[in-house]
Nanobody, 120 residues
């Protein structure tokens, strides 16, 4: 199983970015999630999607600003991030599991991370 996250970069506050995660072996029972982490801090849940049902889940801190969705390419998941704030600055990771849990320990497979920096 491989997950490859991309799309990070530098953006001004109020701007938008779209992250992509290309994953192998996604099943209809899979849950695809996004987490983020600042150095010295714990990995934080951002959003998740049940692949088969399409139901989505969001952290309160990003609700209404971020959207997780299936990508146009097979086995790709997007994280559309709008109205970005400096506190959104972090390395973002995609992960695959079987339950939309906000505990990173519930996810079996992880991508390598992509850095998002939001300037004020």
């Amino acid at each position: 199983v491989q997950l490859q996250a991309s799309g990070g970069g530098l953006v001004q506050a109020g701007g938008s970015l779209r992250l992509s995660c290309a994953a192998s072996g996604i099943l209809s029972s899979s849950v695809m999630a996004w987490f983020r982490q600042d150095p010295g801090k714990e990995r934080e849940f951002v959003a998740a999607m049940r692949w088969g049902r399409g139901s989505t889940y969001y952290a309160d801190s990003v609700k209404g600003r971020f959207t997780v969705s299936k990508g146009t390419a097979k086995n790709t998941v997007y994280l559309q991030m709008n109205s970005l704030k400096p506190e959104d600055t972090a390395t973002y990771y995609c992960a695959r599991g079987t339950s939309p849990d906000n505990n990173p320990g519930s996810y079996y497979y992880w991508g390598q991370g992509t850095l998002v920096t939001v300037s004020s």
